[in-house]
């Protein structure tokens, strides 16, 4: 491996001198891909502008008229569900003079209303009305074509429920994309005995103080449960032993969290292309009549061989690179919003799988309070570390992040590699190596 020092304009960052093909090694990665605002500028056009970007999942918008917004990119969005059912996500934006239509997080109504000069849209997109229409006699306007609306994005997919768009027509479509990274998708919408999940009210939001890729980065990263949350792990292993429980949930996840350094080492971890991974569950299944009652109801719907290999497979993380986190096992969704280069969003949503036992719903969101929430202590922990990392990285006179990790073993599985063992940076170096990609495709 190369050990050359970069040049003073890489280290610093000039504008014409951004090298974005020399940022990323095979074991080792700049620190301005992380903390450069010139660069999180490009990953907006160049990852989050071509690449699929989660929207939201179908049942945040269940009935004809109900509208959620969020962000691809840069760009303001917001999904619909369409009269005949349809869904679909337009850009957030009045064609007039480019208001934002909806700025509440999600709502119910016949039209989208633009409050400026009440131009108003169907669910669809269409321009439904503009008022004082004469106005635009003899112009190069037409009030009258519906055409004329809100646009929608080009390219938008409903995959089993999980809707994706892109800002861009060309490109794979979703499947092809997401290949392999896919798995952790279909595990948890395979494991509700109905074949099909819901969210669970509204989702939890918080914001990270540092560069979204190092959250990504820690959540292929067994080896810092045991330092990062050795204190809440304890915390939660006393309060398990002092009261009685009915399902812990989360809090046995966290207790399984102070182990030695190395006790991750058995969950597998799993590279795909494209920057997606997933690391196995290592939480044990739920136990119970309740347990025992879900097991008989997957095994009548899809016989014993059929609900072995469902319930068989299992994740504790899933992630589509670069916007959706699934945690099969915890029956929750974490979707990364960037800010800005030191700010993240993360929304937080707890799946219902529809069949399933009511205690399931209940053993979900007490994981999502425990681990996820704004107030939880396991996600305060990682958010420290986080800052921490982020605030290193912006001296410049060190400039490399090290992925040595078990490097040089890992184990090819098709198109995926898997990690030597459950503590390899495969995951990570893969993810760098895949924004390379990204960003220096032009
Ligand atoms: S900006 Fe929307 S109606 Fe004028
Ligand atoms: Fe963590």
Redesign the pocket.
């Known amino acids: 491996m190369s050990t050359t020092t970069l040049d003073l304009s890489l280290r610093h960052g000039a504008a014409a001198d951004l090298d974005l093909g020399r940022m990323v090694e095979a074991e080792r990665v700049h620190r301005r891909v992380f903390v450069d605002p010139e660069v999180f500028e490009l990953e907006m056009d160049r990852i989050f502008g071509r690449s699929w970007v989660y929207v939201g999942h179908e049942s945040q918008v269940p009935n004809a008229g109900d509208y959620f917004t969020t962000q691809v990119g840069r760009q303001p969005v917001v999904m619909t569900r369409h009269a005949d059912g349809a869904i679909h996500v337009l850009e957030n934006r009045?064609?007039?003079?480019?208001?934002i239509?909806c700025p509440e997080r999600s709502g119910h109504t016949k039209r989208l209303v633009?409050?400026?000069?009440?131009?108003s849209f169907e669910a669809d997109g269409s321009l439904a009305g503009?008022p004082v229409r004469s106005g635009y006699d003899n112009t190069c306007f037409d009030p009258t074509n519906r055409a004329n609306g809100m646009r929608r994005l080009p390219r938008v997919e409903n995959y089993r429920g999980f809707v994706f768009a892109s800002l861009v027509a060309d490109g794979p479509d979703l499947k092809t994309w997401a290949g392999e990274g896919m798995r952790g998708f279909d595990s948890v919408v395979d494991r509700a005995p109905e074949g099909r999940i819901e969210v669970i009210g509204d989702c939890f939001r918080t914001v990270q103080n540092s560069n979204w890729k190092i959250f990504i980065d820690n959540m292929s990263d067994g080896m810092h449960t045991s330092f990062v949350h050795y204190q809440t792990a304890r915390a939660a292993k006393r309060t398990l032993e002092k009261f009685k429980i009915e399902h812990p949930g989360g809090l046995q996840v966290a207790t399984l969290l102070a182990g030695a350094p190395d006790q991750m080492a058995k969950t597998d971890l799993v590279a795909h292309p494209n920057g997606h991974f997933d690391m196995a569950a290592f939480a044990p299944e739920p136990k119970g009549l309740d347990a025992e009652k879900y097991k008989a109801e997957m095994i009548a719907r899809h016989g014993e061989t059929g609900a072995q290999a469902i319930l068989g497979k299992n994740f504790h993380n899933a992630m589509l690179f670069p916007t959706a986190l699934m945690q099969p096992s915890l029956q929750q969704l974490r979707v990364i919003r960037p800010l800005a280069v030191d700010k993240t969003l993360l929304e937080i949503w707890v799946f219902r799988l529809k069949g399933a036992p009511d205690s399931f719903t209940s053993r979900a969101i007490t994981a999502a309070n425990i681990g996820n929430s704004p107030s939880n202590l396991v996600a305060a922990d990682d958010f420290e570390a986080y800052y921490r990392v982020h605030a290193g990285l912006k001296g410049p006179e060190s400039e490399w992040v090290r992925l040595s990790r078990e490097a040089n073993r890992d184990i090819a599985v098709g198109s995926s590699l898997k990690g030597s063992s459950g503590n390899s940076e495969v995951c990570m170096r893969n993810m760098y190596q895949a924004w390379s990609q990204y960003m220096t495709v032009r």
């Open positions: 009045c064609p007039h003079k480019g208001a239509v633009c409050m400026y000069h009440g131009w503009v």
